[in-house]
T-cell receptor, first 113, second 116 residues
């Protein structure tokens, strides 16, 4: 089975610019997650979708971050405007149901100059 | 709020020796517990999970973990380490009673270094 696909793998932007990341989950996985992994830390959940509805976005900085999952499949995460502290790896994960493991993509490494 | 502690930033083990990577957790209810491994520039790979049942859980690549409810621990173990086990290991938890919000809370990770 194909894994979770993410693009781009790397992105470098200047602060105050905007950026978007794309995720295609494993086919049939209803639940999709976005995590932020800052260097030297474990991943932190930003948002969870169940199909195309948001289940949990309590840790998403909504003044600058937004995410959507149109048609309950692909998802995009956007940052506008970016700050220096947003430099991190953004990981997408998917799961068929809550009791089963989450499968992670390889992430997008974002560097803010 | 739930949390995970991995008290060791780095664990060094000689090849062929047993290894242990420590993890303790805190949740308000009953936990689901996971171990993931991360290689450089890659996403996280699932190793094993505890949902319910036997306290000793066996997973991929010869790894196992023991759930200890009284000590709120879920230590990762392997009887004989391989150089290829060298990587970054994450323990993660979520509360079973999350009400549909089941994103994982991760520890900060432990670098496992297996010396030839």
């Amino acid at each position: 089975e194909a894994g979770v696909a993410q693009s781009p793998r790397y992105k470098i932007i200047e602060k105050r610019q905007s950026v978007a990341f794309w995720c295609n989950p494993i086919s049939g996985h209803a639940t999709l997650y976005w995590y932020q992994q800052i260097l030297g830390q474990g991943p932190k959940l930003l948002i969870q979708f169940q199909n195309n509805g948001v289940v949990d976005d309590s840790q998403l900085p909504k003044d600058r971050f937004s995410a959507e999952r149109l048609k309950g499949v692909d998802s995009t995460l956007k940052i506008q405007p970016a700050k220096l502290e947003d430099s991190a790896v953004y990981l997408c994960a998917s799961s068929p149901d809550p009791t089963r493991p989450q499968h992670f993509g390889d992430g997008t490494r974002l560097s803010i100059l | 709020a739930q949390s995970v502690a991995q008290p060791e930033d780095q664990v060094n083990v000689a090849e062929g020796n047993p290894l242990t990577v420590k993890c303790t957790y805190s949740v308000s209810g009953n936990p689901y517990l996971f171990w993931y491994v991360q290689y450089p520039n890659r996403g996280l790979q699932f190793l094993l999970k505890y949902i319910t049942g036997d306290n000793l859980v066996k997973g991929s690549y010869g790894f196992e973990a023991e759930f200890n409810k009284s000590q709120t621990s879920f230590h990762l173990k392997k009887p004989s380490a391989l150089v290829s086990d060298s990587a970054l290991y994450f323990c993660a938890v979520r509360d079973r009673s999350g009400g549909g919000a089941d994103g994982l809370t991760f520890g900060k990770g432990t670098h496992l270094i297996i010396q030839p």
